[in-house]
């Protein structure tokens, strides 16, 4: 029988605009669409060093731009990075801010363009829907295909020593993201593969999420699902199949869709203190994670699994629900594998005896469990890090 469509409502960026060399053109294209004329670009020295910036930074300065420059961001950002990047963009009198980069270089990008624009303090926009001004007009480049953070409206936001906060707000949604896949084509293979299958958690995630997933993000995590799976290998074995990179780009940004709205869970709040401890990069630690959580969600998870498993697979005749969820959670298995990512905390430089800590950081991340389609105690927490061990 056909369920009736529940009350929902989906949110997401007004403008992606897909095209390859595209952030060649920057310049041209923020020009058509912004009066603004003095610009803050947010990226990282990586970023720089790959020479990736120089292409956009001449397309802004030939089209009329004045160019500040922030490359201060670092992986799992802390606090004075933000404070740093917004007050040089304020010393330079930004009117539009511009992100370009992985995750972190996009989230800072984000907060820089609100914070520049009103007096509320950093410390009190932590949480959902905390942020009580507006923003300076935003653009978002990303260079990896993972995060999705070009059109999800929550920044991360490593807080003290360790521990991980997220901004989710309406206003951190970009005016624009620019999906230029040629700006992938150089990513290494260990971080092609992790930021592909972090990529995937989120496709999984909002698929299983408990209590606001909806038909679109339903449909635009298939999809995800779909490009990411059928790419992610062939992105890995070869950097420079371009068509693989155009897919594992537009299904990174369809799985963010999907998770700004049906948002992610236990994967990631496992993920995060293996960040704030370790360093491990966001996407590793959620393939690191993976395996066993999907295992233990199992039980409660197994129709959707198996939705899933014919995104993936096929529809394949005579196998049941159980069968078909086993499938699926045995095919990100192996994609993991093929992919060439480490596989073991403890090959990641993770210690035995931290365990514990981890699960007990890792309750802290309410914001995300309560997400997860089976409830995940501290006891449990520690159990799937020992079977990730
Ligand atoms: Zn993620």
């Not at 300065?61 to 933000?82: H, M, Y």
């Not at 800072?108 to 950093?122: E, G, R």
């Not at 309560?370 to 520690?382: G, K, R, S, Y």
Request: aromatic share 4%.
């Amino acid at each position: 029988m056909e369920t009736m469509v529940p009350n929902f409502e989906f949110r997401t960026v007004p403008s992606i605009l897909v095209e390859w060399s595209g952030a060649r053109r920057l310049g041209e294209i923020l020009a058509a669409r912004f009066a603004a004329r003095r610009v803050m670009v947010v990226t990282d020295m990586g970023v720089r060093r790959a020479g990736l910036a120089d292409p956009v930074l001449t397309s802004l300065t030939e089209a009329g731009f004045t160019v500040t420059v922030f490359d201060g961001v670092v992986a799992d950002p802390p606090e004075a990075i933000v404070h740093d990047c917004a007050e040089q963009a304020r010393a330079a009198k930004a009117e539009i801010v511009v992100g370009l980069g992985g995750g972190s270089s996009l989230d800072i990008a984000k907060l820089c363009a609100v914070l520049v624009a009103s007096a509320q303090p950093l410390a009190e926009m932590y949480g959902i829907g905390k942020v009580t001004g507006s923003r300076l007009p935003l653009a978002l480049i990303p260079t990896t295909a993972g995060t999705g953070s070009e059109v999800t409206n929550i920044s991360i936001i490593t807080t003290g020593e360790t521990t991980k906060m997220g901004v989710v707000s309406p206003q951190l949604y970009a005016d624009l993201a620019l999906l230029d896949a040629e700006l992938t084509v150089g990513l290494p293979v260990v971080h092609t593969a992790a930021t592909g299958i972090d990529a995937m958690v989120h496709a999984i995630e909002a698929y299983t999420s408990k209590f606001k997933k909806n038909p679109l993000s339903d449909a635009l995590a298939r999809e995800a699902l779909r490009l990411l799976g059928s790419n992610v290998v062939a992105a890995c074995r070869d950097g420079k199949d371009r068509a693989a990179r155009e897919a594992m780009l537009l299904g990174a940004t369809l799985a963010g869709q999907a998770f700004a709205n049906a948002p992610v869970a236990a994967v990631h709040a496992l993920a995060y203190p293996l960040g704030g401890h370790y360093h491990v990069p966001h996407g590793l630690s959620n393939a690191l994670m993976l395996g066993p959580v999907l295992r233990f969600n199992m039980a409660a998870a197994a129709p959707l699994y198996a939705e899933l498993s014919d995104v993936l697979l096929g529809a394949r005749a005579g196998r049941d629900t159980a069968a078909r969820s086993q499938d699926f959670v045995e095919e990100m298995e192996r994609l993991m594998n093929d992919s060439g990512a480490p596989r073991r905390l403890r090959d990641v430089g993770v210690t035995d005896n931290s365990l514990a800590l981890l699960a007990s950081d890792a309750m802290k991340q309410s914001r995300l469990l309560i997400n997860n389609p089976v409830e995940v105690t501290e006891a449990d927490a520690l159990a799937l890090y020992r079977e990730a061990f």
